[in-house]
């Protein structure tokens, strides 16, 4: 496994605070408000990132391209989660790092026109930033924001180039 980018103290501070627009609410007032983003800019993919965001987007209709989970919540194991996927892609990717088969994982799915969910062996939360870099020119990635409602972030070239910002403050190595 090749680690590319590992999180820095400094960075994991900065990356607490939401990349996009924080929805405040519980999951049923943030999906209404959601779902008139989703009706008013109609973006070309939904990503979500995350097991419950994934979980309630998907029980809510939302159709989603590509989901990331890591069947954990909060750092506890769960059940699971049944999510709708043509695809389904399994990878490693330890905790603060974003490993390049993730990166390839995750840049596969959003070329192809399959819904596809990434199961991560490790730790999902970081994956939100690749996710951004390789979506498609505004689309929405989503991902909860514990126990304040959920991120959506438009993945606009000024995004991405912040983005970018972001994986070159963080360490980059190469290990095997």
């Given at each position: 496994m090749i680690v590319v980018y590992r999180l820095t103290p400094e960075l994991r501070r900065k990356l607490k605070n939401p990349?996009?627009?924080?929805?405040?609410?519980?999951?049923?007032?943030?999906?209404?408000?959601?779902?008139?983003?989703?009706?008013k800019e109609n973006p070309p993919r939904i990503i979500s990132v995350g097991d419950i965001v994934s979980k309630n987007l998907a029980k809510n209709n939302i159709l989603l391209q590509l989901s990331i989970i890591d069947n954990r919540v909060m750092r506890k194991n769960i059940r699971p989660i049944a999510l709708p996927a043509d695809k389904t892609t399994m990878v490693k990717n330890p905790p603060g790092t974003i490993t390049e088969e993730t990166r390839t994982a995750i840049r596969k799915a959003l070329e192809s026109n399959r819904r596809t969910k990434i199961v991560v062996d490790g730790?999902?939360?970081?994956?939100?930033?690749?996710?951004?870099?390789?979506?498609?020119?505004?689309?929405?990635?989503?991902?909860?924001?514990?126990?304040?409602?959920m991120v959506v972030v438009k993945a606009t070239h000024e995004k991405k180039a912040e983005i970018v910002g972001i994986l070159k403050a963080m360490e980059n190595v190469s290990k095997s």
């Open positions: 990349i996009g627009t924080l929805i405040r609410g519980s999951f049923s007032e943030t999906v209404k408000i959601f779902k008139i983003m989703v009706e730790e999902e939360d970081l994956l939100t930033l690749i996710a951004i870099l390789y979506a498609p020119e505004n689309s929405f990635i989503v991902y909860g924001q514990p126990h304040e409602g």
